[in-house]
């Protein structure tokens, strides 16, 4: 006797959950630290010692694990010598570090 096959739905996922959004804030903060960090060519470690950090704040922010707030986000970009930039959104590409003009 043939067994029908099931088919799994996923449930409808709530996409403006505040602890969704907030996750991928985070993620997006620390894609943009880290590209940032990059560009400028310095380690973790160098990078926390200019922003006057720990090197595992650093870590922390770039792996998603710290919420993005105006007065981080200022600091950040002040060692950075940058320009904090959001877009609306809140997925990777909707905040970045931008170098000054010079």
Do not use: N
Request: net charge negative; proline share 5%; with cysteine.
């Amino acid at each position: 006797m043939a067994v029908p096959h099931s088919r799994w739905v996923p449930s409808a996922v709530a996409t403006d959950d505040p602890e969704r959004l907030a996750i991928r804030e985070a993620i997006a903060f620390g894609k943009a630290l880290y590209d940032r960090r990059i560009a400028l060519g310095p380690s973790t470690e160098e990078s926390s010692l200019r922003a006057g950090m720990t090197q595992d704040d650093i870590e922390c922010i770039e792996e998603g694990g710290t919420a993005p707030t105006v007065a981080l986000l200022r600091h950040l970009a002040a060692a950075l010598d940058a320009d904090v930039r959001l877009t609306a959104g809140h997925d990777l590409g909707s905040l970045w570090f931008e170098a000054h003009a010079a």
